[in-house]
Every structure is written in structure tokens, then in C-alpha cells.
């Protein structure tokens, strides 16, 4: 465990293979290993403190709210809702819940996160997350697999399932299976939808997504699609900086396939606004070739 800040050196994000990674000059604020994972703590002079999981970044101060921003407006907004409830599955730096907290007509939050420490360290460093003492803010320190089977056999739903995960190499996955996705599909309320996502880029032999580069086999967009576990899919997408090629694409699954893409009002975050929302739905053609979609 390092408490100590250490001069600024260069930092390289693994890269699995795939010949091209991210590197920047860093001071190193904290690392520890966890139970489940490494954790480490960086500090960049233009883009603030940075959250490292087994060498993948998650988050910076800089950009982190373009990813939350995008993951929870776009559902809870793409759809008249009144009385709503979400489950996070992950996000452990706490920003899904900050925006999902954001809208009145969401009346509960649960955040179910299976490292303590993520949810305490990025509090301590980076303190972009929502507030944990809302009424309204549910947060359980528990295997999402777990929580999923027992509020299964509880019978609970939800209108918004965000699949908010790490990369398929610690934690998170043994949640990249057919097994686990079809018990989540089981808590998604009838008019509910399930949003999930990946980092893309584009090679000479096509589309790739980060999740399947880095742990070695398929990611949950791939499976969705295969099995349809859930009979309609929508795609959106945006730009974030510090994610693998920049191209981020959202998965939204439903069972009653309502379109996500226009907005039901004008509300405006940082990143996020009605015309943001819509445009993200415009997607490049050798994606829709490449998915399918």
C-alpha cells in the first residue's frame, strides 16, 4: 500500500495485445491491492486525479461525467418515467449514481459494488460520486451475482438495469456469462430497459470492442446480441478521451423495443443536453454493418 506522492513519472495502460495504449506523465497518489483487485490512484496536472483498476483507466476528473452523463440521462430520460427505480450493477467511483440522483422522479437508487475500497478511495481522491446519504441512494457492498439471485427470488424490478463494469479481467468476470445476464434480464420491470457498454475501435480487419481484447473472449454486447436474451437492441454512442480509441457505444436491451432517441425534456448537464441525446443515435455505417444493427 502507497500513501506517499511520488514524482511525476511516465504511466503506460496495459494494452492486451493490442499494440496501441494510452500513456501519461503521473504522480502517483495511492496504490493498494485489494481483495478483488489492484487499485491505484494518479494525479495528472491538466486532467486531475485519475482511478487505475488493474491497469485499466476508469475514470479521470477530467471527463468522467461524459461516460455517467450519457449512461443514466439517456435511459431515464429517453422515455416518460414517474416512481423510478435503477439498479447499478458496479460503479464503484460513484458517478452513475450522482446523475441518476439528479431527477426527482427517481425515487430509488441501488448501487450494488463489490469492493469497499473503490467506493471509499474514489470518494477520499476523486469525490465525483453521488450522495451515498440520500434516502433515496441503496448502496450494497456485495457480489452482483448474489444480489441478482436473491432479488430474483424476491420478485423485484426495475425500470433501468445500468451494467456498469470494470474489464472482464478481475471482479467482474465471472458477470460476463450467459448464466448472469439471463438472471438480469429477470429483473427488468415490463416497460424497463437495460443499458450496457464498451470501448470500440476500428482496425483494417473491422470493429473490435476493448472488452473482448482485454479479456480474451466475448463481452456482454456480443452475447446480448447472440442469444437476445431480451428481443430488441438500440445502440447510441459518444466520445470519451481517456477510453481505448475514444468511441464509446451504449447497448440499450428492452423487451418492448420503445426508441431511447428523443428526449422528454430539455434538462442540460455538462455534457449532456436534448440535442446530445438525439444525436447520439446517428451512427457511422460500418458500425451498423459491423453490429448488425
Not at 504511466?11 to 497518489?29: H, K, P, Q, V
Not at 475500497?117 to 450494497?140: C, H, I, K, T
Not at 458477470?175 to 482496425?203: H, P, R, W
Not at 480487419?205 to 446480448?224: I, P, R
Request: aromatic content about 10%; charged content about 25%.
Amino acid at each position: 500500500m502507497s500513501k506517499k506522492p511520488q514524482l511525476p513519472k511516465w504511466w503506460r495502460e496495459r494494452d492486451d495485445g493490442i499494440g496501441c495504449a494510452l500513456s501519461l506523465e503521473m504522480t502517483l497518489l495511492h496504490r493498494e491491492q485489494s481483495p478483488f483487485q489492484l487499485i491505484e490512484i494518479y494525479d495528472h496536472p491538466a486532467f486531475g486525479r485519475v482511478l487505475v483498476l488493474d491497469g485499466y483507466i476508469q475514470a479521470t476528473e477530467a471527463d468522467e461525467f461524459i461516460y455517467h452523463e450519457m449512461a443514466m440521462h439517456v435511459p431515464l430520460l429517453g422515455r416518460n418515467r414517474a416512481e423510478t427505480s435503477v439498479l447499478i450493477i458496479g460503479g464503484g467511483e460513484g458517478g452513475a449514481l450522482r446523475e441518476a440522483l439528479k431527477h426527482d422522479f427517481v425515487r430509488q437508487v441501488t448501487m450494488v459494488e463489490i469492493d469497499r475500497r473503490v467506493v471509499d478511495l474514489s470518494a477520499e481522491y476523486l469525490g465525483v460520486n453521488g450522495n451515498y446519504s440520500d434516502p433515496r441512494a441503496n448502496l450494497m457492498i456485495e457480489n452482483a451475482a448474489d444480489f441478482v439471485d436473491r432479488e430474483v427470488e424476491n420478485g423485484t424490478h426495475f425500470d433501468v438495469i445500468l451494467l456498469d463494469l470494470t474489464e472482464p479481467v478481475g471482479p467482474s468476470a465471472g458477470l460476463f456469462t450467459k448464466g448472469f445476464c439471463t438472471q438480469v434480464v429477470k429483473l427488468l420491470a415490463e416497460n424497463g430497459v437495460i443499458i450496457d457498454s464498451d470501448s470500440m475501435f476500428l482496425s483494417k480487419e473491422g470493429g473490435h470492442f476493448l472488452q473482448e481484447q482485454s479479456g480474451d473472449g466475448e463481452n456482454l454486447v456480443s452475447l446480448m446480441l447472440r442469444e437476445r436474451l431480451l428481443p430488441h437492441v438500440e445502440m447510441y454512442r459518444t466520445n470519451i478521451p481517456f477510453f481505448p480509441g475514444a468511441d464509446f457505444g451504449f447497448f440499450a436491451y428492452s423487451k418492448n423495443g420503445d426508441s431511447l432517441s428523443e428526449p422528454t425534456n430539455n434538462y442540460e448537464g455538462r455534457h449532456y443536453n436534448a440535442a446530445i441525446h438525439r444525436a447520439a443515435f446517428a451512427l457511422p455505417g460500418w458500425q451498423k454493418k459491423w453490429l448488425g444493427l
